[in-house]
């Protein structure tokens, strides 16, 4: 298993600024992976975080939106940029099982409100 | 492409009632397929996870589902519903080898009335 903490639980932004998210993990992963929750809805993956190289971005996300950076196997972050009230959301980070069962581990997301 | 479809985004038995959440799955190769549960203010956490093994799956807290290749359906079942079920619950698909992308339904919240 793995044990997922993100920084900070909530924040509120307000409109044109951007916001940093953390995520750490208690151990080395090779699979980590960035979804979006809006409200009342179900996860989208926004991309996929690779270590030492550019993430890989789902359809409709783009890196200058959402940069990402993953330095080193237990550390990733998300940057939402130039934020609109349409990025109100929970920002999730997950990590796949490192026993290559195809389960997630998931933190406990970043809420973020933005005004 | 994969894809998942949870019939129901409401979904409300009382305590001790037979709980039946449904999905189905559309994918061009054998999947794998998870329930996850999510309650308030939480990250997802794993109920319980088909991989080509036994088709019918149990997982923690009572729950336990089976898969259907013929209907293409994993549906969720608890013979007894607690309060404590009361949550959001979410179907997902991934695809063996496929670097472990998941797609996840668009979640059935339970409520459990006393």
């Known amino acids: 298993s793995a044990v997922i903490s993100q920084k900070p639980s909530r924040d509120i932004c307000q409109r044109g600024t951007s916001l940093t998210i953390q995520c750490q993990v208690d151990?080395?992963?090779?699979?980590m992976f960035w979804y979006r929750q809006q409200p009342g809805q179900s996860l989208t993956l926004i991309a996929t975080?690779?270590?030492?190289?550019?993430?890989?971005?789902e359809s409709g996300f783009v890196i200058d939106k959402f940069p990402i950076s993953r330095p080193n196997l237990t550390f990733s972050t998300l940057t939402v940029s130039n934020m609109s009230p349409e990025d109100s959301s929970i920002y999730l980070c997950?990590?796949?099982?490192?026993?290559?069962?195809?389960?997630?581990?998931f933190g406990e997301g970043s809420r973020l409100t933005v005004l | 492409a994969q894809s998942v479809t949870q019939l129901g985004s409401h979904v409300s038995v009382s305590e001790g009632a037979l709980v039946l959440l449904r999905c189905n799955y559309s994918?061009?190769?054998?999947?794998?397929l998870f329930w996850y549960v999510q309650y308030p203010n939480q990250g997802l956490q794993l109920l319980l996870k088909y991989t080509s093994a036994a088709t019918l799956v149990k997982g923690i807290n009572g729950f336990e589902a089976e898969f259907k290749k013929s209907e293409t359906s994993f549906h969720l079942t608890k013979p007894s519903a607690h309060m404590s079920d009361a949550a959001e619950y979410f179907c997902a698909v991934s695809r063996p080898g496929g670097g472990f992308k998941t797609i996840f339904g668009a979640g059935t919240r339970l409520f459990v009335k006393a």
């Open positions: 975080a690779n270590q030492g190289s550019e993430a890989t971005y």
């Open positions: 997950s990590v796949a099982d490192p026993a290559n069962t195809g389960e997630l581990f």
């Open positions: 151990s080395q992963v090779t699979m």
């Open positions: 994918s061009s190769v054998p999947p794998y």
